[in-house]
């Protein structure tokens, strides 16, 4: 890894900065400055427990993580409106150190052990929040004047996928945190929303979420029934939010509402609101899931629940636009959760298959099994591929693609799934078994169909944004 590379830079940069200049929450300078020292620090954790081959596999395996790349980067300072101000993109060297950092900080805090806890007790580990803040992965494109790295989306892809290949549970719950809470401020918070709410967010201190669904209105935005009431001094929201994640925990939350009920996708606004001591809002309760166990989801009630005119974010009712120019965003990142439970569901297979025998032989010289694999291992490719390019032209040209934002994540949401499952038959009867992970990463990889958009909304997505680029032809 050559010294000068952009991750080092950004992390210099932040460390030379004045203490005059620090914001309130204190050591941010000393912890982004420590962040290099941090993650060589992190050494390997115990073999997994499932199989002792599973953890040389996922040591070798992770040659194959490497963000794809087959040319010189071009490399120049973005003038994107989605990353902060003097945004350079990461070499691919500086991705491929940051994806061995990242791996290290999974084999010694989120081991399979752990991962399996999280699951079978419905609880996301709490201590987690720290431990993410000081290894510095909560603010990957957040602004380095509020604690954060400033590495952009291929980043922040490399992040996910890593921490989904561990578990997708404490990934799932990271990017609510990360990318539509922190991301959500850093692209549409005024100069002093940035400064009170980010520090803490990208500390691990406080929690992040955000708000948009309802039990009757999911992909259908407009139809929410949320209200937000002018009252002196700013507005008082009445309604409820389902589906929320880190809603049981989250400590400020992105909640959308509707300002002028009568003026559809034009009356609804984005606020910012402060859970602690927020007269009439609670966690109705706590959602019980299929997959995803241990991302902690909610329902959210709001009960005239006041929030001062200084914690609009974006524009009165301008929040359809803040909440869709994030989704595609949303959409990208939550791309490489899939990519990680499919890396996972080859961890699991390849050395489980190189060492079951059946007939006397190791089921992998059968050529059935070989076929699943290989395709196993494509499909991974494939889609790891479709994210990185997405998130490269993001990055290095300032240009998102919505067919290709949503046509990512559907992708490989579908591709997961296919993965878990052959995953399992490869597995054969300890596929079934819960004391091996692979239902686990099937019961994750299905909420990928679902969340962020369904894949029939995705596919509509696509459809539309081509009737937008060729309606010149049908005039």
């Not at 992040?208 to 669904?213: D, E, F, K, R, V």
């Not at 989704?327 to 390849?350: F, I, K, N, T, Y």
């Not at 494509?378 to 997405?390: E, G, P, V």
Request: contains cysteine; charged residues 20%; hydrophobic residues 40%.
């Amino acid at each position: 890894m050559a010294s000068n590379s952009a991750i080092p830079r950004a992390l210099a940069r932040s460390a030379a900065r004045s203490a005059s200049s620090c914001l309130p929450h204190t050591n941010n300078t000393r912890v982004a400055a420590s962040i290099p020292r941090q993650l060589r620090r992190l050494g390997p954790a115990s073999p997994l427990s499932y199989t002792s081959a599973t953890a040389t596999s996922r040591s070798r395996l992770a040659t194959t993580s490497a963000t794809p790349s087959s040319h010189q980067q071009t490399r120049h300072v973005s003038s994107s409106s989605k990353h902060p101000q003097g945004f350079e993109p990461p070499s691919q060297a500086d991705l491929a150190e940051l994806r061995e950092r990242v791996q290290e900080f999974t084999r010694r805090e989120l081991t399979e052990e752990v991962a399996a806890a999280t699951d079978k007790s419905n609880t996301f580990p709490h201590e987690m929040w720290a431990k993410l803040g000081e290894a510095g992965l909560l603010g990957i494109t957040a602004d380095e004047e509020v604690g954060g790295l400033a590495l952009g989306y291929q980043a922040h892809c490399v992040v996910m996928e890593e921490l989904s290949r561990a578990s997708g549970s404490v990934a799932l719950s990271y990017a609510a945190h990360s990318q539509l809470c922190v991301n959500q401020l850093q692209l549409n918070g005024s100069p002093a929303q940035k400064q009170k709410y980010l520090p803490g967010l990208i500390a691990g201190e406080k929690v992040g979420a955000l708000a948009m669904s309802e039990s009757g209105s999911g992909s259908d935005v407009v139809s929410m029934r949320t209200r937000a009431r002018q009252v002196d001094g700013g507005y008082l929201l009445s309604g409820s939010k389902m589906w929320i994640t880190n809603g049981p925990d989250a400590d400020v939350i992105v909640v959308y509402a509707k300002t002028e009920p009568d003026a559809g996708s034009k009356g609804v606004t984005a606020f910012i609101v402060e859970t602690a001591g927020a007269k009439g809002f609670s966690c109705a309760r706590k959602l019980d899931k299929m997959g995803m166990r241990g991302s902690n989801t909610g329902e959210l009630v709001f009960e005239d629940v006041f929030v001062s005119a200084e914690n609009v974010l974006g524009r009165v009712n301008g929040g359809v636009r803040v909440l869709m120019e994030g989704l595609d965003l949303e959409r990208l990142v939550l791309s490489a959760g899939p990519l990680g439970l499919m890396q996972a569901a080859l961890d699991v297979a390849l050395p489980f298959a190189h060492t079951r025998k059946q007939f006397g032989v190791p089921i992998a010289q059968f050529q059935l099994l070989q076929g699943k694999l290989a395709d196993m291992y494509t499909k991974l490719q494939a889609s790891r591929a479709y994210t990185y390019a997405t998130a490269r032209q993001v990055d290095e040209q300032g240009v998102i693609r919505t067919q290709d934002c949503a046509g990512a994540i559907l992708y490989a949401a579908e591709r997961a799934t296919e993965c878990a499952l052959d995953c399992i038959q490869v597995l054969g009867g300890m596929g079934y078994m819960e004391e091996m992970p692979a239902s686990r990463i099937l019961r994750d990889a299905k909420l990928y169909e679902i969340g962020a958009g369904t894949s029939e909304v995705r596919r509509m997505v696509i459809g539309r944004a081509f009737n937008k680029e060729y309606a010149h032809l049908s005039s």
